[in-house]
Every structure is written in structure tokens, then in C-alpha cells.
């Protein structure tokens, strides 16, 4: 070994080796590693390496000589002479320890140059670099034959950026970052790192305060009050739902059933003998699918699981817009419960949340010790009724940090769709503010232009990445063009919740059905407006919390009348123009308001009324499916057509429902109050044998098991401007549908 005994410390500025001690260079890749002697007299390698007894540089190839490091006195700082080098050079670090542990070689992060390619620098910059998470967060690397792990995080306004880790005993002085500073981006490659190690990156703010944050771009993630990023790799998972990827890019979603199952992962099921632990993904798949299939849904949407640090926002406050919570298990698993979703004939969507994200401090909130993410004003910036930020849309960055988070979630995980959360809030700059907490746009106007310009990209882009994904846009006010084509000035999404219809049919359902007669409009208004938008009707979670009680706790009346009234909604919302979500525990009339806390009551499955209500929503899962009527021409008119919306005297509606194309036809009748209409006559528009193929008065269904008989036949009377009429039973608190039979 070369000794480097007679260098002289003075051969490196003092004053830049403080500056590494303290983590307070400006550019330490300037300084630490290899680099030429002042005067040409060979070559030193520096570097900075708490707790080690010695240091000794190796040469790479060429013989492997080498070089003693000399410790700078009273320091952690090493310096190896090179004398007779005459270019750079590869080498190793030997790092020795005290207590007898055995030394370690291994690469210097310092030897190795800028991780990111122009092009990245660039597009990120300007905003485009639509596959973010391939070159930012953490990446396995392998440069000059050297296996790593390269990170990148945004942070234009830090004054010093480090990886910090298990792999580095959280020490911000031994890994500080390099800055891009044409773009504000900070990199390095870290050898020897590998996959599941803990990190996080400690920043020295604009303002000078220390602080850790996680990867905004991690893969992977605890929860928590511990809240470090890991290293995953996403590259080892074998998807098998190539059959299903194929079929949904040539489907279309609006003239296909599409009936989604909400669920909240955290409550649907427990196991209470395990400490009322959580399901894991894996065992979701072994539980969930099997339910949903057995229901008869097409889709499962899953309440946020990007990963979230308070387990009462219920997960709309995100911290991981490119993590799956671990609080079910790795992404791979998640993967997997996709994977035989897709195999199971199920599609999964994801509710993704854009419009705000949490103050933790871990998280985005001032990421560089500055409003980076967010608006700095707060009539701007803050969204007062939940506590959380409000992005800053108009920043190239953000944006496309937002849009690369939806392509990932859609590449990454085969997600058929994204329900966009709180899109009123994104659109508008006054929303849920007084008078003088807002800041008008450019043009004097309450619009909020640059994220109502961002959705418009986003939707573009997903649907042009990814054709027959849905883009869902809960969105709750009047805002013209929702789901109509951005070429036509919409905003591009492919269906919009209808609140309306929520908002309006829960409330007439609430009426004591003696005085539902005076309410009559509410449940007609939706159809004036049923073709403005492609509507989705939507029962959430948000129907059946916060005091409002469960679905079927809303209905009035005693226990029978209360099961009759839910079984009425349910099947008039499956009758109704619209594609259909429910939220879980629904399907079998669950007593109480939901509570994420806790289980669903799924004891409640033994009593017969409970019972009915689940049989009942797989008998229209199964005719929504095939009865062609009740689905291909949701967003047309010629699907529907009133025979009665005027008979408020009786609370009875009628009407057909079409599959457009005039080939499948069926009757709907409804009975709002809990007295028989017998000799109650519906126009038809053809002769024949009507059968009735859904009554929700069924036994089957624990109702009274009053009706038609299984069917009857049309005669030449004409009624409600048809040629021909029915005269039928309409059992109390029900809904009936009739459908014409192929021969008499």
C-alpha cells in the first residue's frame, strides 16, 4: 500500500473541509472524490466518513493499488494521495471500524456524475415528463459496473438537500445531494444500496431550518408515526390479466353495464380474534372478490389507498401520490388483488385526490421550507374546512407531478379508472370562502383557470394512454361540460357523479310516504337534466356518515316499511338512467352509520329481511347485465321515456326504459306508499305477453309476495300515448318491472 503520510493537509482548503463537516457545501461533487492536485502533482481523493477507524482508497483494474486515507485531525475527513496517477480513475473505499467488525469495500458515491439526462432535466422542468417516477424517488442503478440506488427529488429553493437512511445511519453530512440548479432538482447515486432500505431526505430549508421529509415519489412507504420512504422494486411483479387489458381497450364504457362497489378497505372486514387487525391485500382477494363477484358488481372503487398518514381522513389527506398504503401490505400485493380482480371479470378503480393534501410535516406541506407544492397566499393556498393545502396548479412542476401520478396509478397497477375527489373545489376559487378569502383570476372571474386547464390535460392524456379506462369526476355543482370532449370545451372526463340525483332522491325517500305526494318533483328532476352529462348515480360513503345514518336507517316507518323502502330505491336507482356505485354494506341493509373503525355488521346476513336486501341487489346486478335496456343508452334519451311522472296523488311513476336501438324495451313501475294498486294500467307499446321479472314486494325478497302472477297480457286499450295497455297489481312500497316475452 502507498502511504499518503507526508500529505500535507493544507493541500485541500480548510475552509472546504469545514464546509463538508458542517453539510454546508455548495457543491460537494466539486470538492469530495477524485480530483487533480492544484499543479498537477497527481491526484487526491477525498472524502467524509463518520465513525470509521481508516479509510484506504483501492484502484479499480490496473493492479488494484492502494492508497492510505489520512485522516484530517479531529475529523471525520480523509484524504488519500494519488501521486502517480495521471487521469481520473475508478476506485474503491475500504472502510475499517473499530471493535474488531470486518472492513467494507464499496464505491464512492462521489466518484459518480450527474444522474439525469437532459432531456429529464428538461421536461421536468417544463412540466411534461409524463413518466416522473421512472427517473425520480429512488431507482436501482447500475453505473460503470456498480449496483446502487439513484435518487431525485424536486427542491429548487433548499440550500442543501441529503439521502438519509438505514444505509447511511441517518447522518445528512455523508450524503449530501448534487443540485441541477437549471431546474432545482437534487441527485445522487448511492452504491451498495439496495432494495427495502428506510430513507428520507433532510433538507436545509430557504430559511436555513433542518427538517426531514419523505420521497414524494416513493414506491413504498410506512404509515404512521413512522413515516420513511423504502426502496421497492417494481419491476419483479408478472401480471396475468393480458385477456382482461385486451377486452377493455376495445370496450366502451357507456353502452356497458357498470355497477361499482365502494369500498373502504379499512372497515369492510376485520378480524376481531387478531386484535381487530386489518385485512391484508392478499386476503382481500381471498374475501373481497368472491363477494363482489357473488353480488354481481362489475367494478370495485377503492376509497384512497395512496398511502395517508391519518387513518380518519378516511385517506382523501394523501402524503404517497405514488404509494399503495402498507397498512395492507406491499405493492406487489396490491398488484396482485388487481391481478384477480381483472381475472375475475372485476375492474378496480381508485379514488385519487388532487385537489388538496395534509400539512404533515412530513409530507409536502413547505417542502423545501417553502410554499413549493401549494399556493403561498392562503385565500389561495388553504382550504379552511379541511385543514389541508390547496395545490398550485399553475406551476409546471406540480402539475406534472399530479398528472404523473394518475399515469403511473394506470401503468403501473392496471387500474381501470381514477374518481377524481372534490373537483368542485378544484374549479372553482371562491369554493366554501366568503367574500374577501379569494384572490379572482387573470379576467376578474371566481374560475380557477389553471386547474381547470390541468384536468383538461390530464383527461387527455389518460384516455389517449390508456383507451376504455374511466375518468370519474365527483363533482357537485352546475359546472358546464364535466363529461363532455375538451375539443368542445368540456373538461374531458368520461362520467361525473350525479349529485342531484343523490341529493334529491334521498330526500324525497325521507318523506313519510303519506306526504311524499307533495314532493313528487324531487323524484322527477332528474330527468330534466339526465342528458346534460354522462351520469354515474352515486350512494357513497358520504351518504351514510357524519350523523346522517345509514342508507336504510333513512327510510321512515316501522321495520317491514323500512326494508320495503330500501328495496323500492335500490331497484328505481337501477332502473334509472345512469351507471350505479353503492358503498359497501348496502348490499345487505346495514343498521348502523358507517364507522371507520370497525367492521361492517356482517351478522346481520342471518335475519331474512337483511338477507332479502342482498338477494335483491344480485337479481339487479344480474338484469342490469342483461336486459340490454337497462344500460346501452344511459346517456341517450331515446333510453327512457316517461308513461306517467304526474300521478302525485298516488306516488306511483311509470316509465320504459330502451336499449336505443329499439330491441329490448321494459316497463317500470313504482309504487312510492305502502297501499296495493290494484287495477293499476300502464300503456305498452306492443301487444303480447308482458312478464314481470322484478318485484321487490317478493318474497324472495322478504316483502308481502304481492303481485302479477308472473306475468300478463297486453289488450288493444290505449293508454299513456301507446296503442296498448296492462292492467297490474302494484304491491305496496315497490318497484315492479315488466318485460315482453318473446311468444304468449
Not at 372503487?301 to 378516511?314: A, K, R, V, Y
Not at 401520478?405 to 373545489?425: I, K, M, T
Request: aromatic letters at 14%; glycine letters at 10%; a negative charge.
Amino acid at each position: 500500500m502507498t502511504s499518503s503520510k507526508g500529505l500535507k493537509t493544507q493541500a485541500s482548503d480548510p475552509d472546504q473541509v469545514q464546509a463538508v463537516l458542517d453539510a454546508a457545501h455548495g457543491d460537494p461533487f466539486a470538492f469530495l472524490g477524485v480530483h487533480e492536485r492544484r499543479g498537477g502533482d497527481g491526484w487526491v481523493v477525498r472524502t467524509m466518513q463518520p465513525n470509521v477507524a481508516g479509510v484506504t482508497v483501492i484502484e479499480r483494474g490496473g493492479g488494484g493499488r492502494e492508497y492510505e486515507g489520512i485522516r484530517v485531525p479531529g475529523t471525520d475527513f480523509f484524504e488519500a494521495l494519488v501521486p502517480d496517477a495521471k487521469e481520473r480513475f475508478d476506485y474503491l473505499l475500504r472502510l475499517e471500524f473499530r471493535d474488531n467488525e470486518a472492513p467494507v469495500e464499496r464505491a464512492d458515491a462521489y466518484s459518480f456524475g450527474p444522474i439525469l439526462g437532459d432531456q429529464d432535466i428538461y421536461y421536468a422542468a417544463e412540466g411534461t415528463h409524463r413518466q416522473l417516477y421512472r427517473k425520480f424517488g429512488a431507482h436501482a442503478q447500475t453505473v460503470d459496473g456498480v449496483e446502487g440506488m439513484a435518487f431525485s427529488v424536486w427542491a429548487p429553493n433548499a440550500q442543501r438537500v441529503s439521502v438519509v437512511g438505514d444505509f447511511n445511519q441517518w447522518d445528512g453530512r455523508t450524503h449530501v445531494m448534487r443540485k441541477r440548479v437549471e431546474a432545482g432538482i437534487w441527485e445522487i447515486f448511492l452504491p451498495g444500496v439496495g432494495f427495502g432500505a428506510h430513507y428520507k431526505f433532510e433538507i436545509v430549508g430557504a430559511e436555513g431550518r433542518l427538517f426531514l421529509k419523505s420521497d414524494p415519489v416513493a414506491f413504498f412507504s410506512q404509515h404512521g408515526t413512522s413515516t420513511a420512504s423504502i426502496t421497492y422494486d417494481l419491476g419483479k411483479y408478472e401480471w396475468g390479466d393480458d385477456e382482461w387489458m385486451e377486452k377493455r381497450r376495445g370496450g366502451d364504457k357507456y353502452r356497458e353495464p357498470v355497477s361499482i362497489y365502494e369500498v373502504h378497505l379499512g372497515s369492510w372486514a376485520r378480524i376481531p380474534e387478531e386484535g381487530d387487525r386489518f385485512l391484508t391485500y392478499l386476503e382481500f382477494a381471498d374475501r373481497l372478490i368472491p363477494h363482489v363477484k357473488e353480488l354481481g358488481f362489475t367494478h370495485i372503487e377503492l376509497m384512497p389507498i395512496t398511502e395517508f398518514p391519518f387513518d380518519g381522513s378516511w385517506g382523501y389527506q394523501v402524503s404517497g401520490y405514488f404509494a399503495p398504503t402498507s397498512r395492507f401490505g406491499s405493492p406487489d400485493e396490491f398488484r396482485q388483488f388487481v391481478d384477480r380482480c381483472h381475472q375475475e371479470g372485476i375492474g378496480v378503480i381508485l379514488d385519487w385526490v388532487p385537489a388538496h393534501f395534509p400539512k404533515d410535516e412530513h409530507g409536502l406541506a413547505r417542502f423545501d421550507g417553502t410554499p413549493l407544492y401549494e399556493h403561498a397566499d392562503p385565500r389561495q393556498g388553504e382550504h379552511k374546512d379541511w385543514g389541508t393545502l390547496i395545490f398550485n396548479y399553475g406551476r409546471n412542476e406540480v402539475s406534472n407531478f399530479l398528472l404523473a401520478s394518475a399515469l403511473f396509478w394506470l401503468e403501473q397497477y392496471h387500474l381501470d379508472g381514477l374518481r377524481v375527489d372534490a373537483v368542485a373545489s378544484m374549479l372553482y376559487l371562491d369554493y366554501s370562502r366568503e367574500e374577501g378569502e379569494w384572490v379572482p383570476n387573470e379576467h376578474g372571474g371566481r374560475e380557477n383557470i389553471e386547474a381547470i386547464g390541468f384536468l383538461r390535460y390530464m383527461n387527455e392524456v389518460c384516455y389517449d394512454r390508456f383507451p376504455g379506462v374511466m375518468m370519474i369526476a365527483e363533482e357537485s355543482t352546475a359546472f358546464a361540460g364535466v363529461s363532455r370532449p375538451t375539443e368542445t370545451g368540456g373538461l374531458g372526463f368520461g362520467f361525473k357523479w350525479n349529485m342531484g340525483w343523490m341529493h334529491d332522491f334521498l330526500e324525497y325517500f325521507q318523506h313519510e310516504p303519506v306526504h311524499r305526494k307533495y314532493h313528487h318533483g324531487e323524484a322527477t328532476f332528474s330527468m330534466i337534466y339526465a342528458y346534460d352529462e354522462n351520469f354515474m348515480l352515486p350512494i357513497s360513503h358520504d351518504e351514510v356518515v357524519h350523523g346522517k345514518g345509514a342508507l336504510l336507517d333513512k327510510m321512515p316507518g316501522d321495520r317491514w316499511q323500512k326494508f320495503a323502502n330500501l328495496r323500492l330505491f335500490l331497484a328505481w336507482m337501477y332502473a334509472h338512467p345512469g351507471k350505479k356505485l353503492l358503498f359497501q354494506g348496502v348490499e345487505f341493509g346495514q343498521s348502523e352509520e358507517w364507522d371507520y373503525r370497525k367492521s361492517l355488521d356482517w351478522h346481520l346476513t342471518q335475519y331474512p329481511e337483511h338477507e332479502g336486501v342482498r338477494r335483491l341487489l344480485v337479481d339487479l346486478n344480474r338484469l342490469y347485465r342483461e336486459e340490454r335496456a337497462l344500460h346501452e343508452a344511459d346517456h341517450r334519451p331515446e333510453g327512457f321515456s316517461w308513461l306517467d311522472h304526474g300521478d302525485a296523488e298516488n306516488s306511483t311513476f311509470s316509465f320504459l326504459r330502451r336499449d336505443g336501438e329499439g330491441g329490448s324495451i321494459l316497463l317500470v313501475a313504482i309504487n312510492a306508499t305502502p297501499v296495493p294498486r290494484e287495477g293499476f294500467r300502464m300503456g305498452v307499446p306492443a301487444s303480447g305477453y308482458y312478464e314481470e321479472i322484478l318485484n321487490t314486494d317478493s318474497g324472495h325478497y322478504a316483502g308481502s309476495n304481492t303481485g302479477n302472477a308472473g306475468g300478463i297480457e297486453a289488450n288493444p286499450m290505449p293508454w299513456h300515448h301507446q296503442e296498448y295497455s296492462i292492467e297490474v297489481v302494484l304491491p305496496p312500497m315497490s318497484t315492479v318491472i315488466f318485460r315482453q316475452a318473446e311468444t304468449a
